[in-house]
C-alpha cells in the first residue's frame, strides 16, 4: 500500500481561515489531535495536518477499496515530529507517514522503503522527487487506470499495480514502488536523478 | 425548493474550485465533484462549510463523509432545509 499528498499551501490558503477556524477544526480533527496540537492551530499547520491526512486516505482506500469519503476526522494524527508522524487509520492500522516542507509546499508520502516519486517538472531541490521527461510521463499516464474506489493503478500482465498519484497541479507527481519499472518494461528515461 | 433550484444553487457553492469546466457545465445528480468536477480534496471542506452557511444548516461529519457527488449532498440539504 501507498499513499502521497503534494499541497502549494499558497493555494490551498483561504481568506476566511481565521474565521473559520473553529468549524474546520470540529470538521477535521478529533479531540486527541488538538491535545497533540497544544490548541494552538496555525494555517500551515492545519495543512501539514492535512497532508498527512490525505495520504493516510489514500493509503487506507488502496488497502480497502473503500469509495471515496469526506471523513478527515477518521485518520488521525497520533505522534508528529520534524520529519515524520503516525497517522491511525480507520481500520486501527497505525502507518508511518513522511514529509517535507517548505514555505509554500508540502509532500507526504506512506508506502514501502523503495518506493520513488516522478515529476515532470521542477519542484523543489529539497523534494524526494527524481525528473522524469513529460513524454515519458505521458506512457506512463496512459497505461493508468482507477478502480471504482477511484484508486489509481497499472495493468501489467494482467496484475494491478498500484501506485499513488497527487492530483495537485495536474497530476504532476506519480509514485510506486522502484521494482515496477523494470516489471513494467516501459524504458524510462529520467532527466536527471537525485 | 426543487432539486433544479437546489443545483443552481449547489453550482455558484463549487464553481469556485472546479477545475474541470466542461463536466460544470452538464453538472446533474450522478455528478461527483472529486472524480468528475475535480474539485481537490483540500477544498472539499470549504465546499461543505459553504453549504451550512448558503443554507442556513449545520452538516454532522457522518453526514459530510457522503457528500461526494451532487445527489447525496442533494438529499442531505433536503432534509435539513
Known sequence: ?194 | MNDNQLIEQLKKIVEPYVQNQEAFQEINTSTSFIEDLQINSAHLVDVILDIEDEFNVRIENEEMEQMINVENSLKIIQSKI
Not at chain 1, 37 to 48: A, D, G, V
Not at chain 1, 68 to 75: E, H
Not at chain 1, 99 to 115: I, M, Q, R
Not at chain 1, 121 to 138: C, L, W
Open chain 1, 1 to 194: 500500500m501507498l499513499g502521497t499528498d503534494l499541497l502549494y499551501i499558497d493555494d490551498a490558503k483561504r481568506k476566511s481561515f481565521k474565521k473559520r477556524k473553529n468549524r474546520l477544526i470540529e470538521k477535521v480533527f478529533s479531540a486527541s489531535e488538538l491535545n497533540l496540537l497544544n490548541h494552538r492551530l496555525t494555517e500551515k499547520k492545519f495543512w501539514l495536518f492535512w497532508c498527512l491526512k490525505e495520504t493516510g486516505y489514500k493509503y487506507y482506500q488502496q488497502q480497502t477499496g473503500e469509495k471515496d469519503k469526506i471523513n478527515p476526522s477518521a485518520f488521525q494524527i497520533d505522534e508528529l515530529n520534524s520529519t515524520e508522524a503516525k497517522v491511525l487509520l480507520p481500520n486501527q492500522e497505525l502507518i508511518k507517514v513522511y514529509f517535507k516542507e517548505e514555505a509554500s509546499l508540502l509532500f507526504s508520502w506512506s508506502g514501502p522503503k523503495n518506493l520513488v516519486h516522478f515529476s515532470t517538472e521542477q519542484v523543489s531541490e529539497r523534494f524526494p522527487f527524481k525528473r522524469i521527461s513529460k513524454t515519458a510521463f505521458k506512457q506512463l499516464l496512459l497505461k493508468v487506470k482507477k478502480n471504482t474506489a477511484n484508486v489509481p493503478y497499472f495493468e501489467f500482465l494482467n496484475e494491478k499495480i498500484f501506485i499513488s498519484i497527487t492530483h495537485e497541479n495536474h497530476w504532476k507527481i506519480i509514485s510506486f514502488k522502484q521494482d515496477y519499472l523494470s516489471d513494467l518494461g516501459l524504458g524510462i528515461e529520467f532527466d536527471k536523478y537525485r
